[in-house]
């Protein structure tokens, strides 16, 4: 039997795939703020407000375990390239500034610009809403259709979850080199400057 003619999960399999999807949805509800204010990099909650979204649609469908599962850990690789390495390099490269001083706000402001960060944010937005209104759509076939196919639901969740890896990877990736990189880059330099204009201004 191949992979796409399998049967429907059990009823006990799909309670315990919703419970694991609800807690993604109120894990990442929880965190948003928290990684918003920890980057204060412009449209990150819109980042975060559409991934939700697309997690509370496509659990709504109940259907295909695999394929639900493959999306969820897709998107969880999207957050936690938010969340854990871009978090990580800005509190590594910051460390010395105290949380919530002017001087931590200004450095993370101009490196964010030197980087078009806010542009490639704005960019992932785009294509999480494109995916979003994809589940949408799927939403509203579920609840038209007098038959349900699961073949056919797991290929759009496939979809769905293809189309979250390239937003992920266009996002992290610039020329062949990591957002992470550059970030932490832009960052050094500014702390350099700012030492060096302290010194000189002694």
Known sequence: MSHSERPEPSSDTSEALDTVLDLTVESLEAVKDTIVDALSIPGI???LDAAIAILKKVQDTKSNHDALKSLRGEMTSLVNTLQRRLGNVVKTELDEYS???SERAEA???AFK???LAVRVGSLVRELNAILAEADKLIKRKRFSQFVHSTGYARAIIHMKDMIAVARRNFQLEGGV????KLAEALNNIKTVTARQKTEGM
Request: aromatic share 0%; no cysteine.
């Open 114 to 116: 030197s980087v078009t």
């Open 45 to 47: 909650g819109l980042v």
């Open 108 to 110: 993370k402001e101009k």
């Open 99 to 101: 949380v919530g001083s």
């Open 178 to 181: 990591n957002i992470e990189t």
